[in-house]
């Protein structure tokens, strides 16, 4: 299996002591703009702590950087810093906004979050377990059936991104593929697809860390993974043009040493 590392998503960075900027730079989508950037935070003694690169859905497909500086060091205000950079060749746009705050700086100039090109809304793991945990007191086993509908809400749209077209064009392999990578990238969970069936068609999906699941891991003897098995009902239904049954026959909830669902045709 191909090994994962964590990604960091920068929304805040702290380090005792030190003085931190936020900084946002469109520029030409080539190296040689990204070089001048970098050669400019080395000369002003300005350090990346965090940042992310990406290409702008902008008409111009601008190269973005952006993330948290270091400038505790630097050998110049921000609004120098900015200016020199505004002048560089290939780069359009500069923000740079120094932390109020000693030590940290928290994420003031970015909204929506984009995943997909779609807006998007992110949980932290100790948030969600708490939404989860309560649900299940609140419901108890009324709470499945709610996230069994959730996750039939949740199955995929043909009308959104060009990229899901696009997918919807491939065969089922590729597809189950793309579907594990997104859902990985997203943090559901570590998802192997351990079995299809190209004629019925039906999918063995083993779940590792599933975020349904691994919040009550061996605390119950029912499984939990519900709302993906209303997502991947409907996704195959959507898919294929037929019903779907999803079961998740193992599940670390009640003990198993990891989940699994398959999924397969409606008799
Ligand atoms: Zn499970």
């Known amino acids: 299996m191909q090994k994962l590392r964590p990604r960091r998503i920068p929304v805040l960075f702290f380090e005792q002591g030190r003085k931190f900027a936020e900084f946002y730079i469109e520029m030409e989508p080539s190296p040689s703009a990204m070089e001048r950037v970098l050669s400019v935070f080395e000369q ?18 601008a190269r973005v950087f952006g993330g948290f500086l270091d400038i505790t060091d630097s050998r110049a205000g921000v609004e120098e810093l900015k200016e020199v950079l505004e002048s560089l060749e290939g780069v359009y746009e500069v923000d740079i906004l120094a932390s109020p705050f000693p030590s940290l700086a928290v994420c003031a100039m970015h909204y929506p979050l984009m995943v997909l090109n779609e807006e998007c809304v992110v949980f932290r793991r100790s948030t969600w377990e708490g939404l989860l945990r309560r649900l299940h007191e609140k419901f108890s086993s009324a709470a499945n059936i709610i996230m069994y509908q959730a996750g039939i809400g949740t199955a995929l749209r043909k009308d959104i991104a060009p990229s899901t077209r696009y997918a919807l064009g ?4 590729q597809h189950l593929n793309i579907f594990r990578g997104l859902a990985q990238a ?3 969970g570590r998802y192997e697809i351990v079995e299809v069936d190209h004629k019925k068609p039906s999918m063995r999906l ?31 239904k959507r898919l294929f ?3 779907f049954r999803a079961k998740e026959v193992l599940c670390v909830a009640k003990g198993d040493p990891y989940c699994e669902i398959v999924v397969e045709p409606l008799q």
């Open 241 to 243: 043009g037929k019903e």
């Open 170 to 173: 491939l065969g089922i392999d």
């Open 44 to 61: 002003y003694g300005v350090d990346v702590k965090e940042g992310a690169i990406y290409t702008s859905t902008n008409p111009r497909s």
């Open 206 to 236: 083993r779940m590792y860390q599933h975020f349904e699941c691994e919040p009550f891991r061996g605390t119950t003897n029912e499984p939990r993974a519900h709302f993906m098995r209303g997502h991947l009902e409907a996704s195959f």
């Open 186 to 188: 997203l943090g559901w």
